[in-house]
């Protein structure tokens, strides 16, 4: 089976998958196409120029798609709302992904598309949301809002109730903190350039804290050495507590 042939079938697959979808949800056409660039300039509202697979027709152009993200209280993108989170591997395409897409004429824009569903069928990622089950506080997902889109987090990794046990017996602790030391390198080496600042590294626990953004967080989130993510809560001292 070559490799256009296999597109073939994965649209008509996803064809007739979609097609009461289509009839109910204002889609007139599926598009199944190779990205070639992504526009990220309004980022709540990106745009996907797309290579239209070639089709038996023999029809091959470039077409641009416009992806809307809905807006919290705040004016951002609300990564909480679960059609969000189903679309946020837009904002991490490249050249070369193949996607399906079930669309209808832009109201405001002529000649391009408006995304009403959105499949991920190939390329460097085949997964939306990996590890999306680590993110153990979920108004973490709420918390990203302009000017700085980054929030405060603590990271847990694995290995790290055995590690603990390791830490309280001198005769491996000295080779249990190195260990920690490697695998927060390990995690925090694999991050995207930027999207995240670090913050305090901890020596007799696997883990660590800083500012990520929501880009860094689906990184972080995905990585096998991450066991959980929560909300950094800023701890206020009072008179009479003890640090």
């Not at 405001?108 to 089950?133: C, K, M």
Request: aromatic share 6%; glycine share 8%; proline share 7%.
């Amino acid at each position: 089976m070559t490799r256009q042939t296999f597109f073939y079938l994965i649209t008509a697959f996803f064809l007739c998958m979609n097609i009461s979808m289509a009839a109910y949800g204002g889609i007139n056409r599926i598009i199944s196409g190779c990205v070639d660039q992504v526009d990220l300039k309004d980022i709540r509202n990106p745009k996907i120029i797309v290579q239209v697979l070639r089709t038996p027709s023999g029809e091959s152009r470039k077409i641009t798609l416009n992806v809307r993200f809905t807006a919290g209280p705040k004016g951002c993108i609300d990564w909480s709302d679960p059609k969000n989170q189903s679309k946020a591997f837009v904002l991490s395409l490249v050249p070369g992904n193949v996607i399906l897409a079930g669309v209808a004429p832009a109201e405001v824009a002529p000649g391009e598309f408006q995304v009403r569903s959105l499949e991920f069928i190939a390329g460097e990622s085949d997964s939306i949301f990996p590890g999306r089950e680590k993110i153990k506080d979920e108004s973490l997902l709420k918390a990203f809002h302009p000017p700085e889109p980054k929030v405060p987090v603590i990271v847990l990794l694995a290995g790290h109730e055995k590690l603990k046990l390791r830490i309280s017996d001198p005769k491996t602790s000295d080779k249990a903190r190195a260990e920690i030391r490697r695998l927060q390198d390990d995690v925090l080496g694999s991050l995207p350039e930027g999207e995240f600042e670090p913050g305090l590294r901890l020596a007799n626990i696997p883990s660590f804290s800083g500012q990520i953004t929501f880009s860094g967080l689906r990184a972080l989130a995905g990585h096998p050495l991450v066991s959980a993510i929560e909300t950094d809560q800023l701890m206020e001292l009072h008179p009479g507590t003890s640090d």
